[in-house]
């Protein structure tokens, strides 16, 4: 089982809504057995998602529904869990590492944690003790969300967790405009030895922000490909990236 988590101490970079995708796309379109292992405790956002759409389906002519009746699933719905939370409001490792262990019979952990990187919170006892496999660090081009990834990436680094930056949000003209821009942002991970992505995810907010037709897109369960072709093709071709490096640093351990 790979233990991966999509992490930033800065909100609102997009950590949750990668999280549903690549385990919709592990999922649905790889066939993959998933499982997303939900930390922010009390928004439980993965859990909140799945109970929407469940009422989604139960109108018959709901974007979701359609799609799911034309292109049928060659998976189950993915095991989404709250990690169980004790009776002071945190986690400690000694109930985050057993609970761990015990989740079984998965190829892919997913684990969302909350954006705050202290020696007693989940993400940084886990990846100091070694319970993280690949973490993914998403930044945009605002230099405080570059100054969290490079605390994340300096961290994991030092603790020697497989990690790779990437670029989230890239607007258009960014992409196509603005390399030296990239370059030199990616200049302080690549002096560290953390690597940064070639492949960039553009125009990612029509795919989190919009609550209205387009909320299926990012669903937890499918992965609808005409889509997300359409409102976001770079998207598909950095997620099969991503998950190409996770497998492959898994197999030179």
């Not at 592990?26 to 997303?36: D, F, N, T």
């Not at 993915?78 to 015990?102: C, K, R, W």
């Not at 370059?183 to 209205?212: C, N, Q, Y």
Request: with cysteine.
């Amino acid at each position: 089982m790979v233990r991966i988590s999509i992490y930033n101490e800065k909100g609102g970079v997009g950590k949750t809504t990668m999280s549903f995708l690549l385990a919709s796309y592990l999922s649905y379109a790889r066939g993959k057995s998933v499982c997303i292992l939900d930390f922010d405790y009390p928004s439980y956002h993965f859990a909140e998602l799945r109970n929407h759409e469940e009422l989604l389906l139960k109108n018959p002519k709901s974007q979701l529904a359609l799609w799911m009746k034309n292109n049928p699933s060659i998976a189950q719905p993915y095991d989404i869990l709250q990690m169980p939370v004790n009776h002071a409001g945190v986690y400690t490792a000694e109930e985050v590492f057993p609970f761990i262990n015990s989740l079984t019979g998965y190829d892919y952990l997913i684990l969302d944690f909350p954006g705050r990187f202290t020696e007693d919170e989940p993400v940084a006892f886990l990846s100091a003790n070694g319970m993280l496999d690949f973490v993914a660090i998403p930044t945009d081009t605002d230099i405080q969300s570059r100054q969290s990834a490079l605390v994340v990436a300096d961290a994991m680094k030092r603790q020697g967790v497989p990690c790779a930056v990437y670029w989230n949000r890239v607007s258009v003209h960014e992409a196509h405009g603005n390399g030296l821009r990239f370059k030199r942002g990616a200049e302080p991970f690549l002096k560290i030895g953390v690597p940064v992505m070639d492949e960039t995810v553009r125009e990612i907010k029509k795919l989190s922000r919009d609550s209205s037709e387009l909320l299926f897109v990012r669903s937890t369960l499918c992965f609808p490909i005409k889509y997300i072709n359409h409102w976001s093709p770079s998207l598909i071709p950095f997620i099969e990236a991503l998950v190409s490096r996770i497998d492959k640093s898994i197999e030179h351990e």
